[in-house]
Nanobody, 114 residues
Framework: VQLVESGGGLVQAGGSLRLSCVASGSTLSIDIMGWYRQAPGKQRELVADITSGGTNYADSVKGRFTISRDNGKNTMYLQMNSLKAEDTAVYYC??????????WGQGTQVTVSS
């Protein structure tokens, strides 16, 4: 499975961005999809993930970010509202596959100016 993110950029605090992740290849093997982020000097962390059973969010983004998935377009989205400076990071798309392997996108930079 190949993943390509888009939608990152520079935005002022309080603004919004929508990230997209397009999956290609053996997409039927995808079990869980999620967004992770990594800020400079910090470990990569889960932002949100989505399965057929529902969604899960990090406490730091609850109420501000919304994850969604369009299976017909093999695309996952992350709507980010009320952005804060601490949301600045490289955002990565992840797909956990049936069988235990995982795929990652190349990442997209999100910079929030205060």
């Amino acid at each position: 499975v190949q993943l390509v993110e888009s939608g990152g950029g520079l935005v002022q605090a309080g603004g919004s961005l929508r990230l997209s992740c397009v999956a290609s290849g053996s997409t039927l093997s995808i079990d869980i999809m999620g967004w992770y982020r990594q800020a400079p000097g910090k470990q990569r962390e889960l932002v949100a993930d989505i399965t057929s059973g529902g969604t899960n969010y990090a406490d730091s983004v609850k109420g501000r970010f919304t994850i969604s998935r369009d299976n017909g377009k093999n695309t996952m989205y992350l709507q980010m509202n009320s952005l804060k400076a601490e949301d600045t990071a490289v955002y990565y798309c992840n797909a956990d596959l049936v069988g235990g392997t995982a795929s990652w996108g190349q990442g997209t930079q999100v910079t929030v100016s205060s």
